[in-house]
């Protein structure tokens, strides 16, 4: 397994490292080559503009052995209802083909937004099974409720 994800403030980071530590797999942040800025309501008004463009930010991220995994967690906070577009540049590099994969969010209050459907467009022939999210400021405090999910899916190690 690999668990993906995305952070900016570390709270998608938290949820990675907890089902890192549940399930046997690799962990890999994707990264841009340019960062997004630290301060909250310029990074909201960047991740809008890149939405309302389509754009395709560059990612430093690679990912060498794809090809070794068939479950690939993918994990991101919800930014303007949907993932941050470093994913889509990520996952039209990559094809997920016909692995197993399974999202994940933190968010503000608008959950999945329409990320669900946007991850569907993006690997049309995986299996995507249910996802977890979590409030980003109950993040470090859902353990219990990601075990819950994790043992529901059939993920949750030993």
């Known amino acids: 397994m690999l668990i993906l994800y995305f952070s900016h403030s ?3 980071r ?3 490292e907890r089902i ?3 399930v046997d797999g690799d962990i890999i942040e994707l990264k841009t080559v340019t960062p997004y800025p630290r301060d ?3 990074v909201v008004d960047q991740a809008q503009r890149e939405q309302n463009s389509n754009a395709r930010p560059q990612v430093a991220t690679e990912i060498s052995n794809l090809d070794a995994y068939r479950t690939v967690f993918i994990g991101f906070p ?3 209802s949907g993932m941050p577009m470093p994913f889509f540049t990520l996952l039209e590099k990559y094809d997920l083909g016909d692995k197993t994969v399974v999202p994940f969010c933190t968010h503000g209050g608008g959950r999945f937004g329409h990320s669900l459907r946007d ?3 993006l ?3 995986a299996r995507i099974l249910e996802g977890f999210e979590v409030s980003g400021s109950r993040a470090s405090r859902a353990q219990n409720d990601m075990d819950v999910w994790l043992r529901k899916l059939g ?3 030993g």
Do not use: E, F, I, Q
């Open 10 to 12: 570390g709270n998608t």
């Open 119 to 121: 991850l569907k467009s």
């Open 14 to 16: 938290k949820v990675a």
């Open 78 to 80: 919800n930014w303007w």
């Open 123 to 125: 690997c049309p022939h």
């Open 155 to 157: 993920l949750l190690a």
């Open 20 to 22: 890192h530590s549940r």
């Open 40 to 42: 909250y309501d310029t």
